[in-house]
């Protein structure tokens, strides 16, 4: 012990006090299936990475989320209320085109159905008109073309988020705009701090099957030698996490910075 204490104090450890000291852990711990998952895990090249990346598959609206709906034509009769904020029944009001179930679908699903929705009122109001000027019996001419072309526009979203948790400086949930790998993650929550262990963090990803993927991300090869292999391109609900040092860990990082600088780039 007191040769790991002389080899603290001569290597200025990052993790122990400044006395020189490895005598605190950290509070985030990694779970034992987390870190078996971790390192057996590997690479996963066919998953995009920072200079590989895709488009992500189009937004499905949530609750929360805000739309613009609007004509394409500024000089069209057809007005809707103001910005449309998705409602926990998953729906949006349309004033006189009624209430239309938005969650689960993309814009462009969305923006169809309000233009049939808007078709089919504004049909039905030239038919009345029609039938009043002509008295015309009542009869069902639904003209699916009459004042039906609208703009429909995502303008505040409430879920495509990713999180990133454990040992930085601001963890947190931050909105994905499709472009954010694993480093810009980790910079937008502020970098590690300083019991970190950046040789553990892991990339987990919820699947739909109830087994989620755990990625292993190398983060001194990411920021030191260009390694793009695990900057993985961030999806929603992505999590990213990094767990602290414990105290066999700060003692024995310490040991090895202190023989030799190098060896706290290499994996685990």
């Not at 963090?201 to 001194?220: E, F, S």
Request: proline share 6%; hydrophobic share 35%.
């Amino acid at each position: 012990m007191i040769l790991a204490i002389l080899v603290v104090s001569l290597a200025g450890c990052r993790t122990a006090s400044k006395l020189g000291l490895p005598v605190s852990h950290g509070n985030h711990g990694l779970l034992k299936g987390a870190d078996q998952a971790r390192r057996l895990a590997g690479n996963a090249p066919r998953l995009p990475t920072e200079l590989a990346k895709v488009a992500l598959p189009s937004h499905r609206i949530e609750a929360g989320d805000v739309l613009v709906v609007e004509p394409s034509d500024f000089n069209c009769p057809v007005r809707f209320p103001s910005d449309q904020t998705v409602q926990q029944d998953g729906t949006i009001d349309l004033g006189s085109y009624g209430r239309l179930q938005v969650v689960g679908k993309t814009i462009e699903d969305i923006q169809g159905e309000i233009q049939l929705a808007v078709a089919r009122v504004e049909s039905d109001k030239r038919q009345r008109t029609t039938r009043l000027a002509s008295h015309r019996p009542d009869h069902d001419d639904f003209d699916p073309a009459v004042d039906a072309d609208v703009s429909v526009r995502l303008v505040s979203r409430e879920g495509g988020a990713y999180y990133v948790m454990g040992d930085v400086n601001a963890p947190g949930a931050y909105s994905l705009n499709g472009h954010e790998t694993v480093l810009d993650a980790l910079i937008a929550a502020g970098g590690l701090c300083s019991r970190a262990n950046d040789r553990k963090i892991i990339l987990t990803r919820p699947c739909h099957d109830g087994q989620p993927l755990i990625l292993p991300v190398r983060y001194q090869q990411i920021v030191q030698l260009g390694e793009v292999s695990t900057n993985y391109q961030l999806l929603p609900g992505d999590r990213i996490y990094v767990p602290s040092l414990t105290l066999w860990e700060d003692i024995k990082q310490t040991l090895h910075l202190a023989g030799d600088g190098e060896t706290a780039t290499k994996r685990d």
